[in-house]
């Protein structure tokens, strides 16, 4: 690549940086389906199969010029074709995710806004779930024994941080901290590091499992380099073992922020420690911090007695 070298007297930064367009252009001008073919790979976190399906339509447009009116239009058609509420507003946020990761590396045009956020979300029923902590451990003990000891592992991890799976499935070796048993995850769906805490058992299971956990490679990689394993087929096996064929492993999550509300801990707190919207925290569980406030005052009661 050519380059003029001008620092020195004289220096303009105005001149350096029409020097620096003019000999390397940027061009922005790709397919959506281009982004979301890099997003996805980028990501490596299963978000491609919920990307795919706009695709069909918008895949050879440019990702730029799809409007908020378009997709609104295709989340009604998705709806009438059976979709659930749940399932179009995902993909919606797939979506979404995969701009505001370019608008985040400034790799979008000037002046963009996600057309995603001009549709408004598909009422969806709260989902709530309803699951004992004797019923969590039967998970974790079943998950323990699976051929893939790593997957005991991720389980175990899922149920002691209450973390999204791509945050833990992204994890590099280098970001465990086994002495005081924390996980960073650098970037997260809000987009905003933060650190995962474990239990000391949970330490010793990952040192006893992955002795040699190496720094630069993905502790959970499937056979493809640089690719997490899905765990689909393992979650599915051990549920039903356990009795939880219904049990998605998001709802591990929702355990979790119960948990923790019912525990005493603030919804403030909570949303930190889950890295989530207190907003929502406050739609799904308010009712367990309010359930958790009238303990406390019950006990101050008996205490001043």
Not at 132 to 153: C, H, K, M, N, T
Not at 181 to 192: G, I, M, N
Not at 295 to 303: D, K, L
Request: aromatic fraction near 8%; proline fraction near 5%.
């Amino acid at each position: 690549m050519r380059t003029t070298n001008i620092k020195g007297r004289g220096f303009s930064l105005a001149a350096a940086h029409r020097e620096a367009v003019a000999v390397a252009p940027t061009v922005r001008d790709y397919t959506l389906a281009e982004l979301v073919d890099a997003y996805s790979k980028a990501r490596c976190d299963g978000s491609g199969s919920r990307l795919r399906k706009w695709l069909d339509k918008y895949g050879s447009v440019s990702a730029w010029d799809i409007t908020s009116e378009q997709l609104q239009e295709s989340a009604r058609i998705l709806r009438e074709c059976g979709y659930a509420p749940a399932a179009v507003n995902r993909d919606l946020s797939a979506l979404g995710s995969a701009y505001k990761w370019a608008l985040r590396l400034r790799w979008a045009p000037g002046g963009f806004r996600s057309p995603t956020l001009g549709v408004p979300r598909e009422d969806e029923p709260i989902r709530r779930v309803d699951v004992s902590p004797e019923q969590i451990e039967r998970l974790r003990a079943i998950s323990l024994i699976y051929p893939d000891r790593r997957f005991g592992v991720f389980v175990s991890l899922l149920i002691d941080t209450g973390a999204r799976k791509s945050e833990l499935l992204e994890r590099y070796g280098r970001d465990f901290d086994l002495d005081r048993c924390e996980v960073l995850a650098p970037t997260t769906k809000t987009d905003r590091p933060r650190v995962l805490f474990f239990t000391p058992e949970t330490a010793k299971l990952i040192a006893r499992v992955i002795p040699n956990m190496p720094d630069e490679r993905l502790v959970f990689e499937g056979r493809m380099r640089g690719q997490p394993i899905s765990y689909r087929k393992a979650w599915a096996l051990v549920t039903r073992e356990a009795g939880l064929p219904d049990l998605h492993m998001h709802d591990v999550r929702h355990y979790a922020a119960a948990s923790l509300l019912r525990a005493g801990v603030t919804l403030p707190v909570a949303a930190q420690v889950l890295g989530h919207s207190t907003d929502v925290l406050q739609r799904r569980y308010g009712h367990l911090e309010t359930g958790a406030l009238r303990s406390a005052q019950e006990r101050s009661w008996r205490a001043a007695a």
